[in-house]
């Protein structure tokens, strides 16, 4: 089984695969803007307009203290930041990723406002109440001890602060072949259904749990996202070798195959701290 780290360690959106991509534009690394990243460094589903989504629905505004879970390569933080004015910390259990959301933060000149620890989520090393509004895409799937997990989320947010994020949700038809092959291929070892999510979230004090089943959209952008793998064949290859661009293109095309039949899905979720 693909473990965390390596399924991270050896993805086709890299930080190599990044500043690939700016060098092809004409950019130089040595004198770049935000918005020249944010095309390549979002590592979610419907970039910035679904990290756009989580921050209208938060909201998130100018002032805010977010705490963004499972940062990746700080794309959505440093969105976050520039677009909406608020700091934004990440953490993000990945040593490699941690490093190359740091140093592309620095390459934007973001790092006063966007900062990044590596770290676990179900351990946060941040003091209780830190934070106004959390933020997560993509990356509870990931994580099957939950109930650490929003019980950090809970500890470090302000009492009325808002929790939202985005995550896979399995239907009943999620077949126990398409779960163990999700978990060996693409580190998917927690996929819960919607209400077991919402549930997870009151269990651990969170208020006005709610959920918004967003399958549609991600089910019509998937099958370009597995196109857009596609094309980074040869790049992913000279990286990582050719078994693992075949292994994750495996892995990846069960996954939208699930999606578009509705055996799997996507949600929003939000809830609050009591006041
Ligand atoms: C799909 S990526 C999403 C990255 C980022 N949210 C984005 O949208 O660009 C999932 C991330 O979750 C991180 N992750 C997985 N398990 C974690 C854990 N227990 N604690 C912290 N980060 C974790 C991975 O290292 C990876 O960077």
Redesign the pocket.
């Known amino acids: 089984m693909v473990n965390?780290s390596t399924y991270?360690d050896e993805h086709p959106i890299n930080q190599v695969a990044i500043e690939n991509a700016l060098i092809r534009l004409g950019k130089s690394l040595e004198n770049l803007v935000p918005e020249d990243l944010f095309d390549f460094?979002?590592?979610?589903y419907g970039g910035l307009a679904a990290v756009d989504a989580l921050a209208t629905s938060s909201p998130v505004q100018a002032g805010d203290r977010v705490l963004?879970?499972?940062?990746?390569?700080g794309?959505?933080a440093r969105y976050l930041a520039h677009n909406y004015g608020c700091s934004v910390t990440g953490?993000?259990?990945?040593q490699l990723?941690t490093a190359a959301a740091r140093q592309l933060t620095s390459r934007v000149a973001l790092g006063e406002k966007v900062s990044f620890v590596c770290?676990?989520?179900?351990k946060m090393p941040f003091e209780s109440k830190n934070f106004t509004k959390i933020i997560?895409?993509?990356?509870f799937l990931?994580?099957p001890d939950k109930a650490s997990l929003f019980a950090n989320c809970l500890r470090v947010l302000q009492p009325g602060g808002c929790l939202t994020f985005t995550d896979w949700i399995a239907s009943p038809r999620l077949t126990d072949i398409e779960r163990g092959a999700l978990g060996e291929g693409m580190a998917a070892t927690a996929i819960h259904d919607e209400n077991d999510y919402v549930n997870f979230l009151s269990s651990a004090g969170f208020v006005d749990a709610q959920s918004e089943d967003i399958s549609a959209w991600w089910s019509e952008i998937l099958r370009e996202r597995l196109r857009m793998y596609q094309t980074k064949k040869e790049e992913t290859e000279n990286l990582f070798g050719v078994s693992r661009h075949r292994e994750f293109m495996e892995a990846y095309e069960i996954f939208v195959q699930a999606m578009e039949e509705r055996r799997l899905g996507g949600a929003r979720f939000k809830a609050f701290r009591d006041i």
């Open positions: 965390i991270y460094d979002q590592d979610h963004d879970v499972c940062s990746g390569m794309g959505p953490i993000d259990i990945n990723r770290g676990d989520a179900t997560s895409q993509e990356a990931h994580i």
